[in-house]
């Protein structure tokens, strides 16, 4: 499975040279893993309050081609595995309706409660396992 979400590049995530900073894009596979999750039928405060955070331990990216101010992007989240314990997304950054590709990444997330890497609760495993088909 693996979910698109649209955002249009703010003149803030411009640089001097009037591209996208590449570290918006980090921020981007941010809001594409969060809408991602929510799809499932997952909502991070209801994890929070029950003690689970999702801590990033990797995370990485490759740029291909700038974005600028206004474009329109699509943020495709696609979930590559999973355990009880973690979660590994991939990432693909195209302006919305182009097929090149202007970023790609990966990032890894550990379960925990109390700082503690956990095993997660079949009340979450069993929706995002939903995301891997």
Do not use: Q
């Not at 893993?33 to 029950?50: A, K, P, Q, S």
């Not at 003690?51 to 990033?56: A, E, R, S």
């Amino acid at each position: 499975m693996f979910l698109t979400t649209l955002h249009r590049v703010k003149f803030f995530d411009t640089d001097t040279m009037g591209v996208v900073h590449h570290s918006n894009y980090i921020r981007w596979f941010e809001t594409g893993r969060v809408e991602f999750l929510r799809t499932l039928g997952i909502d991070l405060n209801e994890m929070m309050n029950d003690g689970i955070l999702f801590p990033i331990v990797e995370i990485g990216a490759k740029f291909h081609a700038p974005a600028r101010f206004d474009d329109e992007l699509e943020i495709e989240t696609t979930a590559e595995a999973l355990t009880k314990a973690k979660m590994k997304f991939n990432y693909v950054i195209r302006r919305r309706g182009e097929e090149k590709i202007l970023a790609e990444g990966t990032s890894t997330n550990v379960f925990t409660n109390d700082g503690k890497i956990c095993r997660l609760p079949d009340k979450y495993f069993s929706k995002l396992s939903k995301g891997l088909s």
